[in-house]
């Protein structure tokens, strides 16, 4: 199967900051990516799905200002999560599907978000 | 608004058991469903089902859809200590961008 990434697995920030996430896609090129959160016991949250080279569709509930999609090109995609606060800490994971795999999604080993 | 519940919640068994997991759902356009390991990190993928009443198969795992019923079973036989993880079931309903829609997955626990 395909191969994805994403960077950093783990990162602790202060309240206020701003933390990148970065998704890749290794080894197929990804036309449409996706974003995740999930809280602890709890399923996965589909917060957005990114195609490349167009502006990312947040679902309901979403703030699109607070999480920054971006999928310049069609092997990564990066999600900022601006003025964090401890609230945003979670796992968030992105997907990544592309014509090669017959539009399976393919999943990233995920990021911890923690904010103190 | 599309559903996906999944039972039991939590499920503790005994190595060289057999378990079943169920999953149903309610989304318009059903596309496919689809069962994943969750364990530390990441979903693995097990399985895509889109059709009625074909089993598929992988190893001590299998599962069949129902699409009448909208339900879908995950079965595990012989567990072993190494099945335990979440599992989490997803329904794929086109909607312009084929999103997954999760249930909240059934916690196993094998036991030596």
């Known amino acids: 199967g395909a191969v994805v990434s994403q960077h950093p697995s783990r990162v602790i920030c202060k309240s206020g900051t701003s933390v990148k996430i970065e998704c890749r896609s290794l080894d197929f090129q990804a036309t449409t990516m996706f974003w995740y959160r999930q809280f602890p016991k709890q399923s996965l949250m589909l917060m957005a799905t990114s195609n490349e080279g167009s502006k990312a569709t947040y679902e309901q509930g979403v703030e699109k200002d607070k999480f920054l999609i971006n999928h310049a090109s069609l092997t990564l995609s990066t999600l900022t999560v601006t003025s964090a606060h401890p609230e945003d800490s979670s796992f968030y994971i992105c997907?990544?599907?592309?014509?090669?795999?017959?539009?399976?999604?393919?999943f990233g080993p995920g990021t911890r978000l923690t904010v103190l | 608004e599309d559903k996906v519940v999944q039972s039991p919640l939590s499920l503790v068994v005994h190595e060289g058991d057999t378990v079943t997991l169920n999953c149903s759902y309610e989304?318009?356009?059903?596309?496919?469903l689809l069962w994943y390991k969750q364990e530390k990190k990441a979903p693995t993928f097990l399985f895509m089902l889109?059709?009625?009443?074909i089993e598929k198969k992988s190893g001590r795992l299998s599962s069949i859809l129902d699409k009448k019923e909208l339900f879908s079973i995950l079965n595990i036989t012989a567990t072993q200590t190494g099945d335990s993880a979440v599992y989490l079931c997803a329904v794929e309903a086109p909607g312009g961008s084929e999103k997954l829609v999760f249930g909240k997955g059934t916690k196993l626990t094998v036991n030596p």
């Open positions: 989304v318009t356009n059903f596309r496919s």
């Open positions: 889109t059709s009625s009443g």
């Open positions: 997907s990544a599907r592309g014509e090669r795999w017959a539009n399976e999604q393919f």
